[in-house]
């Protein structure tokens, strides 16, 4: 093979191993978002069970599955009641994975937890912490946002509507299956 021919191919073998990286299969590759995380945070281990309640004082009620947009559809996660501008920390320590504004949970933030099985989905908040940013690592307990009443919360309803995800191998930020965060807010996780 030429000169030109061999570069071509480690050229090629490059660019799809740069494309591979970027890929989910399995474990995360050293270098990954992930592994960065894990990285930046000394001592974090990926850990299962009760999770930081996201608003401090905030009172702990079920609302899974309660009738919204006049019975349309039911709700997927649970509402925690404060006023504007509380704080609003992380669940879980994890990553930032997506900012995002949307009609119906306005201000919003989805934080993958360190072993990458779930998202955690906050929205309707007033705004985010100075310096958090998509890609951020992020503590458990970490200042991530504000309550606010952004989004179909409606003007003067502030509050943190507190949604998880289950997440599959590969799949993005929207795409995991709703789980009621109750019981892991409540301490129960065994009731997941």
Excluded at 60 to 82: C, F, K, P, Q, V
Excluded at 147 to 156: I, K, N
């Amino acid at each position: 093979m030429s000169r030109v021919g061999w570069i071509i191919l480690a050229s090629f073998v490059l660019g799809l191993g740069a494309f591979l990286s970027t890929c989910s299969i399995g474990e995360a590759p050293p270098g990954s978002i992930r592994a960065r995380v894990v990285q930046a945070i000394p001592g974090l281990r990926p850990r299962a069970g009760p999770l930081v309640m996201p608003v401090a004082g905030a009172a702990l009620r079920n609302s899974w599955g309660e009738a919204r947009d006049g019975g349309a559809r039911g709700h997927h996660g649970t509402d925690l009641i404060a006023p504007g501008g509380t704080p609003v920390v992380a669940a879980a320590a994890g990553w930032v994975e997506k900012l995002f504004q949307s009609r119906l949970g306005g201000t919003t933030a989805y934080l993958r937890t360190a072993d990458g099985r779930w998202i955690h989905y906050y929205a309707h908040l007033a705004g985010y912490a100075a310096g958090i940013g998509e890609g951020s690592a992020v503590r458990a307990g970490q200042v991530i946002g504000y309550v606010g009443d952004t989004g179909d919360a409606g003007p003067g309803n502030h509050h943190l509507h507190f949604g998880i995800q289950r997440m599959r191998p590969g799949e993005r930020w929207w795409q995991g299956e709703d789980v009621n965060p109750y019981p892991l807010l409540a301490g129960r996780a065994g009731d997941r």
